[in-house]
């Protein structure tokens, strides 16, 4: 089953309405391209394993323009995390 990462966001964030879906949306893939990147099978990155991650980058991204939106340690060490996991369940 498909992962609705806008929904699953919003509820781990407390957010109501649907005013920044498309920001929401458009944070979460760049949480989720930098999950790729980092070596996260895209099944993972697109799977219910990475939602938590990906809620945390949204949330870490959504600094509203003010400069400083950047990706937490918290975010960080669950990025290595899963891309550990991933590829020691692969072999």
Request: net charge negative; glycine share 12%; aromatic share 6%.
């Given at each position: 089953?498909?992962?609705?990462?806008v929904?699953?966001?919003?509820?781990?964030?407390?957010?109501?309405?649907?005013?920044?879906?498309?920001?929401?949306?458009?944070?979460?893939?760049?949480a989720?391209?930098?999950?790729?990147?980092?070596?996260?099978?895209?099944?993972?990155?697109?799977?219910?394993?990475?939602?938590?991650?990906?809620?945390?980058?949204?949330?870490?991204?959504?600094?509203?323009?003010?400069?400083?939106?950047?990706?937490?340690?918290?975010?960080?060490?669950?990025?290595?995390?899963?891309?550990?996991v991933?590829?020691?369940?692969?072999?």
């Amino acid at each position: 089953m498909a992962v609705d990462i806008v929904s699953e966001c919003k509820t781990r964030l407390g957010i109501t309405g649907g005013y920044h879906d498309s920001l929401i949306a458009a944070y979460a893939e760049d949480a989720r391209a930098y999950l790729m990147d980092a070596g996260v099978p895209q099944e993972v990155a697109y799977g219910e394993d990475a939602v938590g991650c990906i809620a945390r980058g949204v949330a870490d991204l959504w600094n509203l323009g003010a400069g400083d939106g950047k990706l937490s340690s918290v975010f960080m060490q669950r990025a290595i995390q899963l891309a550990t996991v991933s590829r020691e369940g692969s072999e």
